[in-house]
């Protein structure tokens, strides 16, 4: 059977749109067919039905109410799928034929903006990237709020890849060349291979303030939303560029390992220290705070002015409620102004973006009040926006949410409309008094005046009073089951008079409510940057309240790699335990005393202690004050951790592999300037390998790099190494012995912990007492044969020197130059002498 000319037109449609879900508009419908339709059906759980033809040739399709539709769409971009959105284009009463259809916006993961899944608290970044000699550049946009970026990435493609997952991009635009270099992994986040020949025919990029080896990126991602959203993009904001030397870099397994955004038990925020900060009472501000969390700061200059903000609004308790309790006040201006440049900003929209900017006075004035040089500044960035909110004085204190059915612009704004709106109400009102009237003259008291599209007014009568009516005055119009409608001439003339007046009146105020949303687009990079005013002063005003709260302090920073920290705290541990104790520890490393070792049993707080001095790092360095009693710091370039360890399945790696890949990232990538957290290196191989990886490490970090380092272990030999690494110093988390039971102190010391204490948390853990007993036993038998043997890995003899073949291999040992090996290199080296020795 020949397609019918409907399906000739989708037909072509979806040729253009063959890797998407096209919803066809049909009437108050959007229509899928064929596979659209089958796959649609199930993963929306929609019935199937059928159209055209017999047996076979029937079409499968399936529908969705347009009212309804974003739920769908919403639930179908979660799975990762694209949704291709085509209108009729065409008024269905002016048009002879099909009405023209085309798709006006392809929608994707990384360019949904709105739904159930949008966090309105978080970015969704749509991103591209393309290869360069010694790395990637990545540009990034989230279209809902127009903020755009451009980086370098340094690296391999799992670098690119660990980028992506920190900034939690939802797609990825690349090449076709690059596409063959990802990872399976990496390649599940493209949905679009965008050729750069495609990217420079279109104008489409803006001025790009970074380097030019980042414009292809830039190019290829504005050539990408142009394609797809078909809609001004009025709001897309200059490329900023982030200069890696101006921040903090913190990869995406050492932010994971701190907790800085998402737990990692279960992905959750809370316990994390974005949970912890995250007191903003704007969605802007949330935002805001979880892009500083990425990318701390390191400059000196911009974290102290900061600083100053923070300070000024701590010594300013009745400002700080006031701005805080104003800024409650304040919608989400940035994606506010997305939807006007889209198109899509509802009445609703334009009114909360006047009620927005009617607070700006009142927050200046309110910054004016604390006499402070840094808040005075501060408030001279707020834009009032004059002109904006003198154009939405034009629309009505309490929009409905469409925009379409009348009561967007007040009364008094126009005068033709308000002579159409007193017809109409008059209009109204005499058909009120109508109803009245007839009930008089028939006796009915039930008779009633109602409306419908199709009929009109007419006058409703039950048949139980139809021997009332005045049948010689009334016109029947339409008969029901239990009621007869009838109409006069009177009332027909009133009804096309109010009709009229309605139609006119609904045309014209969406004429003026357009009018006004467009004009407002002319002011949207005004508004962008007061945007980005206030969510800053939202963040500053929540780090006053947690310093407060929390009783942090401004930290001091050096120009030395110094870091002395007295009595600091684990911000988020302190928060968890509520009332409890938290026991403070200091830290503090100097230039020639900058590593740690750090020994002392399970659960005495090694690891705790390790990333409260990297969280108070952090804090500083994002302009935030610290838990401590003081705080001395370096401006630190990098924080590298190796915390805990997993299996990577997917790409079938095991604990240990996944630890040394960390490892040689970090001192790979690591400098004088970085910050490098290692705990218990070697767990996952034998005892001697993994001893001799930690002291290779540890005397590479101490000889090579020279980076502050906290390197906590099991392994008590190491602590020999104090001897002979000047920088390094022995501390170990106290614990002690009551009653044959451990008790934590959580107290950090000079000096190497004496014993592990494995079995007596083996035994808090309610182990069986035959297995506690039986262990017990074997340790006094371990210790008293250690004793009789060499302590430190240097010392231990695993051969007979009388072995020829056994001389050859500890003569390669002596030989071997462990400052110029990596961690990987010596695990090899290992590796080929226990084959010869194996093989021998």
């Given at each position: 059977m020949a397609p019918t000319p409907m399906m000739q037109q989708y037909f072509q449609v979806k040729s253009e749109y063959v890797d998407a879900f096209l919803f066809f508009r049909l009437g108050d419908f959007y229509e899928l067919f064929y596979d659209d339709a089958i796959h649609a059906s199930q993963i929306l759980e929609i019935t199937l039905t059928s159209r055209g033809g017999t047996g076979d040739d029937r079409i499968p399709m399936c529908g969705v109410p347009h009212h309804a539709a974003k739920n769908y769409i919403d639930q179908l971009i979660l799975k990762g799928h694209k949704v291709a959105i085509c209108e009729q284009v065409e008024d269905p009463k002016l048009t002879k034929g099909v009405v023209k259809r085309e798709v006006v916006r392809l929608i994707t993961p990384g360019t949904h903006t709105e739904g159930k899944s949008v966090d309105s608290k978080s970015n969704v970044f749509l991103a591209a990237a393309d290869e360069l000699s010694n790395g990637f550049a990545l540009s990034y946009i989230d279209i809902s709020t127009g903020e755009s970026t451009a980086t370098y990435i340094v690296g391999t493609e799992k670098a690119l890849l660990q980028e992506l997952r920190s900034l939690s991009i939802r797609e990825l635009v690349v090449s076709e060349q690059?596409?063959?270099?990802?990872?399976?992994?990496?390649?599940?986040?493209?949905?679009?291979?965008?050729?750069?020949?495609?990217?420079l025919k279109a104008n489409t990029l803006l001025t790009v303030n970074c380097p030019e080896d980042l414009h292809t990126s830039c190019h290829r991602l504005m050539t990408y939303i142009a394609r797809t959203q078909k809609q001004s993009l009025d709001h897309i904001q200059v490329f900023s560029y982030k200069e890696n030397n101006q921040l903090l870099s913190i990869d995406f397994h050492s932010k994971r390992n701190l907790e800085l955004l998402q737990s990692i038990r279960g992905n959750e925020t809370k316990g994390t220290l974005l949970w912890l900060l995250d007191e903003t009472v704007t969605a802007m501000g949330s935002r805001k705070l979880k892009q500083w969390l990425h990318q701390p700061l390191a400059n000196k200059q911009m974290i102290e002015e900061r600083q100053e903000l923070v300070a000024a609004l701590i010594d300013h308790y009745f400002v700080r409620v006031e701005l805080q309790g104003l800024l409650k006040e304040v919608y989400d201006l940035e994606r506010l102004s997305g939807r006007i440049a889209f198109g899509s900003a509802s009445g609703r929209d334009l009114a909360q973006l006047r009620s927005s900017l009617e607070k700006v006075p009142m927050l200046v004035e309110e910054l004016a009040k604390s006499d402070n040089p840094a808040l005075l500044e501060f408030s001279g960035k707020l834009d009032r926006c004059t002109e904006v909110c003198e154009l939405l004085q034009a629309i009505s204190e309490n929009p409905p949410l469409s925009s379409k059915e009348g009561g967007v612009i007040r009364d008094g704004f126009h005068e033709r409309l308000d002579e159409f709106r007193d017809a109409s109400r008059n209009g109204k009102d005499w058909i009120a008094q109508l109803e009245q009237k007839e009930r008089k003259l028939t006796g009915i008291k039930s008779l009633k005046i109602g409306y419908n599209r199709i009929f009109g007014y007419y006058i409703e009568i039950s048949k139980a009073n139809m021997h009332l009516a005045d049948l010689e005055r009334y016109d029947r119009k339409q008969t029901l089951a239990n009621a007869e409608r009838y109409t006069t001439p009177e009332l027909k003339e009133k009804e096309a008079l109010i009709l009229t007046a309605e139609e006119e009146s609904l045309t014209l105020e969406y004429e003026l409510f357009v009018t006004i949303r467009d004009e407002v687009k002319q002011y949207i990079s005004r508004i962008q940057r007061l945007a980005s005013s206030l969510s800053g002063l939202d963040v500053f005003l929540s780090f006053a309240n947690i310093a407060e709260k929390y009783r942090f302090v401004k930290p001091?920073?050096?120009?030395?790699?110094?870091?002395?920290?007295?009595?600091?705290?684990?911000?988020?541990?302190?928060?968890?335990?509520?009332?409890?104790?938290?026991?403070?520890?200091?830290?503090v490393l100097a230039e020639d005393a900058n590593m740690l070792l750090i020994t002392g049993p399970n659960m005495s707080g090694k690891s705790t202690y390790m990333r409260q001095v990297a969280l108070t790092i952090v804090l500083a360095q994002i302009g935030s004050y610290v838990p401590a009693e003081s705080a001395n710091l370096p401006i630190v370039d990098q924080i590298f951790t190796r915390i805990g360890a997993a299996d990577d399945l997917v790409s079938g790696q095991s604990t240990f592999m996944v630890e040394m890949l960390e490892s040689q990232y970090a001192i790979t990538h690591a400098t004088k300037n970085s910050l490098l957290l290692f705990d218990e290196i070697g767990r996952g191989t034998s005892t001697y390998d993994g001893m001799a990886l930690a002291q290779s490490m540890i005397e590479y970090i101490h000889r090579e790099i020279g980076a502050n380092t906290l390197f906590s272990t099991h392994y008590h030999e190491l602590t020999a190494?104090?001897?002979?690494?000047?920088?390094?110093?022995?501390?170990?988390?106290?614990?002690?012995?009551?009653?044959?039971?451990?008790?934590?102190?959580?107290?950090?010391?000079?000096g190497p912990a004496d014993k592990s204490y494995g079995i007596h948390v083996a035994e808090l853990a309610n182990l069986p007492e035959p297995i506690l007993k039986r262990a017990r036993e074997l340790l006094k038998t371990f210790e008293k044969d250690k004793k009789q043997q060499p302590a430190t890995i240097e010392q231990l003899s695993f051969f007979d020197e009388t072995d020829t073949k056994k001389d050859e291999i500890l003569q390669t040992i002596k030989d071997v130059q462990v400052s110029a090996m990596t961690p990987l290199q010596a695990l090899q080296m290992i590796n080929d002498l226990q084959e010869k020795l194996t093989n021998q």
């Open positions: 690059l596409f063959v270099l990802l990872t399976e992994e990496e390649q599940d986040l493209v949905l679009s291979i965008e050729t750069m020949e495609e990217a001091v920073f050096n120009d030395s790699t110094e870091i002395s920290i007295i009595e600091g705290r684990h911000p988020v541990v302190e928060k968890m335990l509520n009332k409890q104790h938290y026991v403070p520890n200091n830290c190494l104090e001897k002979s690494l000047e920088k390094l110093h022995n501390v170990h988390v106290a614990a002690m012995e009551q009653s044959g039971k451990v008790v934590f102190l959580h107290k950090v010391k000079k």
